[in-house]
């Protein structure tokens, strides 16, 4: 799963970097990504902060080696700060140790690529940190998020691991301070609703939206279920992320066909687009 994801990042991370630095210098053209979930999204060019370089390859190659050394002598101090830092651990021992323990309380993996089952064992993770760090192109386009402007703003896990919606994993999303969105629901209520949420949400800094009238240019899109969608547990719509190394660059919220003629003010369309925004950028589930 793990190393899937990992190589169509690379692979899809090299067309980008083509696409951005050779065919779209110097122009406003957005640029098309593969995103880990598989579609293909439009990404303005702007949005991209900069590109992976040779010196920060050799910068996670060189904390690879050392992860590699470390993990042949998990007991020993590591010394290179940058190491360090990456693992949040004085040794190997203890950075196991504490994906050990997190496994429980979160389910996955803290670096957010594998899932971490209370089912799993020590071999499981000493294998699954072997694999992440085998590989330092990969490392170096999630840790600097594909190349993409995420404005510093990591969502609410962050602190405590990354977000997670059923098989999709989020550490950040690209310009929370630029979100577009487009509202397909045909419904003045629900219009209404969205202007509200976006007046809540924008309390927070980091986040400013504004309306645009094409979806493949929206980060977040709004309509009704799809026949085959179902709601979440618990409301009465569904957020669907797409993300690029783990970065949300898209998601949908899908709202219950039959809320969305109701007037505004009637709780539940404002209350499921208020909370539906909410995980679109970045907040989980309280009862998660
Ligand atoms: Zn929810």
Redesign the pocket.
């Known amino acids: 799963m793990k190393q899937i994801k990992i190589t169509l990042c690379g692979m899809f991370t090299i067309a980008i970097t083509l696409l951005t630095f050779i065919m779209f210098e110097n122009t406003a053209n957005a640029v098309e990504i593969k995103s880990d979930q598989g579609p293909y999204v439009y990404i303005p060019e702007n949005y991209f902060s900069h590109k992976v370089n040779d010196a920060d390859i050799q910068h996670y190659q060189a904390i690879c080696d050392h992860v590699q050394y470390y993990l042949q002598h998990p007991d020993e101090v590591i010394t290179d700060p940058a190491t360090r830092n990456e693992l949040g651990a004085t040794t190997m021992s203890q950075h196991i140790e504490s994906l050990y323990k997190g496994r429980s309380a979160y389910g996955f993996a803290t670096d957010g690529s594998v899932e971490v089952t209370h089912s799993k064992s020590k071999a499981d993770i000493v294998k699954f940190i072997q694999d992440r760090y085998s590989d330092a192109y990969s490392l170096t386009m999630i840790r600097m998020n594909g190349g993409l402007n995420i404005n510093g703003f990591n969502p609410d896990g962050s602190s405590t691991g990354p977000i997670h919606f059923t098989n999709v994993t989020m550490n950040s999303m690209v310009k929370p301070s630029d979100i577009t969105v487009y509202d397909g629901t045909n419904s003045p209520s629900a219009h209404k609703a969205i202007t509200i949420a976006f007046t809540h949400w924008s309390r927070i800094p980091y986040f400013n939206f504004r309306f645009v009238d094409n979806p493949a240019e929206a980060r977040i899109i709004i309509s009704g279920f799809d026949k085959d969608t179902k709601p ?4 009465e ?1 569904l ?1 669907v992320p797409l993300t690029y190394c783990y970065t949300e660059i898209q998601g949908h919220i899908y709202i219950k066909p039959e809320l969305l003629h109701r007037d505004w003010r009637y709780a539940s369309l404002d209350h499921v687009i208020m ?2 925004m ?2 679109a950028l970045g907040r989980v ?1 309280l009862y998660n």
């Open positions: 979440e547990q618990g409301t719509g957020f909370h539906e909410g995980h589930d």
